[in-house]
């Protein structure tokens, strides 16, 4: 072989071996608890998503890490106007950090204690039915990804620093209520004007006082020490 040749045929060798290690991928994956539906994915990506509940499947590849700070609030049809008090500093700790989690058929409350012992601050997670099963495998999942996801089927809330993100969608005022004092360690019981009107959430690194004030203008706010 001439030597040329000889240069040329390493050259494709160490591609071959080597030239794809660069080229980071992750694969999720899920069967929903009732095996009605399935989904997966595989990402030339920062992380990726699959995520599993009785009616519907879902997955995706996460870029790039959702601002905690930005966005806004909605509460209800009419909407839940906010100040600059919902525009505050995330907590950096919680803002940059990744998880990865892999559930087969648990239950919210199994969710919510694995991402407070992930995230270092108290989680609380529902699904729009209390008792239903879910399926999620996820990798390299930036917080605010993890919060947008499991808004899209319940409600989350991690409070953190002084500060809150709530998110819920279409949920009562008793599981809104159940995620404020989960996540802020208080008995917190929260009575709109309009009992029967589903509740939708979207705060984000908003102080707990505020989120309190803001709720109480749209019905009545108590809250005491939990037990």
């Known amino acids: 072989m001439k030597p040329q040749s000889l240069v040329i045929f390493c050259g494709v060798v160490f591609f071959a071996l080597f030239g794809t290690l660069s080229v980071s991928a ?3 994956s899920c069967k929903a608890p009732n ?3 399935e989904t997966s994915n595989s990402c030339d990506a920062d992380g990726c998503y699959a995520y599993c509940y009785e009616t519907s ?3 995706r590849c996460v870029k790039d890490a959702e601002d905690l700070t930005a966005g806004g609030t909605t509460f209800g049809p009419q ?3 906010t100040g600059p008090a919902f525009q505050g500093p995330q907590p950096s700790d919680l803002r940059y950090q990744s ?3 892999q559930f087969d058929t648990a239950r919210s409350g199994d969710v919510a204690a694995y991402l407070s012992s ?3 601050a108290q989680v609380s997670f529902t699904t729009q039915d209390s008792d239903e099963l879910v399926t999620i495998d996820a990798k390299n ?4 990804e993890v919060i947008r996801l499991l808004g899209t089927r319940g409600g989350v809330g991690i409070a953190s620093g002084g500060k809150i993100h709530l998110v819920a969608n279409n949920l009562s005022a008793s599981q809104v209520s159940d995620l404020l004092t989960e996540s802020l360690g208080l008995a917190v019981e929260f009575v709109p004007e309009n009992a029967t009107r589903a509740i939708n959430l979207d705060i984000k690194g908003a102080p707990i006082e505020g989120v309190l ?4 203008e749209k019905g009545q706010v108590q809250f005491s020490a939990s037990h």
């Open 26 to 28: 992750e694969a999720c």
């Open 35 to 37: 095996n009605s539906c």
């Open 57 to 59: 499947c879902i997955s």
């Open 79 to 81: 909407g839940l106007r």
């Open 99 to 101: 998880v990865t989690l």
């Open 118 to 120: 992930e995230l270092g």
């Open 141 to 144: 999942l930036p917080a605010g």
């Open 213 to 216: 004030a803001a709720l109480a």
